[in-house]
């Protein structure tokens, strides 16, 4: 059983179109995080929320962690095409998880065209 | 700063043989990680250390699989021997150990396992 689930796994749209992504789980966790990875790279972070409801924005990306700190979305507007690649959330700090660990989803590949 | 370094970059090796994976981590994190990524199976954790030591090891898939802290500033992981379905990108990642369990990434070792 995956912890988290990350929804759409596939997103494929226009440059300029919105789009969000969503990251599920019926686990609480102390923090949230999300990173981007292009091919051929590893993962960079861009943005932990810690507290319930937070939301942080980065330029056109927009990141809330839910109020029961169970779920987050990433939301980007007016897409462009430097956008493109693997989104991934990871969750800390989670019942039965041990300490400093991470667990992450699987990812929602994203692709804009120009 | 230097982020985390991976080497080697690719390994193309025969079946049977043994490989071996190293990283650095980012000076002064406490907290180094060993993940597997594939298609199929996403990111998923091997091994993680605190303060070199091992904490928990239940990802490491089999006997083959070994890995080493010997200090603060290097890390590797081996495969003995080395098998077709071991083929995959291989991260290392560091962090330094807090709530927020931010995590740092490698630019990954491409493992092919002829």
């Known amino acids: 059983t995956q912890l988290l689930e990350q929804s759409p796994q596939f997103l494929s749209i226009q440059e300029g179109e919105n789009l969000t992504v969503y990251c599920n789980s019926s686990s609480v966790f102390s923090s949230l995080q999300w990173y981007r990875q292009e091919p051929g790279e590893g993962p960079v972070l861009l943005v932990t929320?810690?507290?319930?409801?937070e939301v942080k924005k980065l330029k056109r990306l927009t990141f809330q962690f839910g109020d029961a700190r169970k779920d987050s979305s990433l939301h980007i507007t007016a897409a462009q095409p430097g956008d493109t690649g693997l989104y991934l959330c990871a969750g800390g700090g989670y019942y039965g998880g041990s300490q400093g660990n991470l667990i992450f989803g699987k990812g929602t590949k994203l692709s804009v065209k120009p | 700063d230097a982020g985390v370094i991976q080497s080697p970059r690719h390994e193309v090796t025969e079946m049977g043989q043994e490989v071996t994976l190293r990283c650095k981590p980012i000076?002064?994190?406490?907290?180094l990680f060993w993940y597997r990524q594939t298609m199929m199976r996403g990111l998923e954790l091997l091994i993680y250390?605190?303060?070199?030591?091992?904490?928990?090891d239940s990802g490491m898939p089999e006997d083959r699989f070994s890995a080493k802290m010997p200090n603060a500033s290097f890390s590797t992981l081996k495969i003995q021997p080395s098998e077709p379905r071991d083929s995959a990108v291989y991260f290392c990642?560091?962090?330094?150990?807090?709530?927020?369990?931010?995590?740092?990434f490698g630019p990954g070792t491409r493992l092919t396992v002829t």
């Open positions: 000076s002064g994190h406490d907290y």
């Open positions: 990642a560091s962090s330094f150990g807090g709530f927020s369990y931010e995590q740092y």
């Open positions: 929320v810690v507290t319930g409801g």
């Open positions: 250390f605190n303060n070199n030591v091992p904490i928990d």
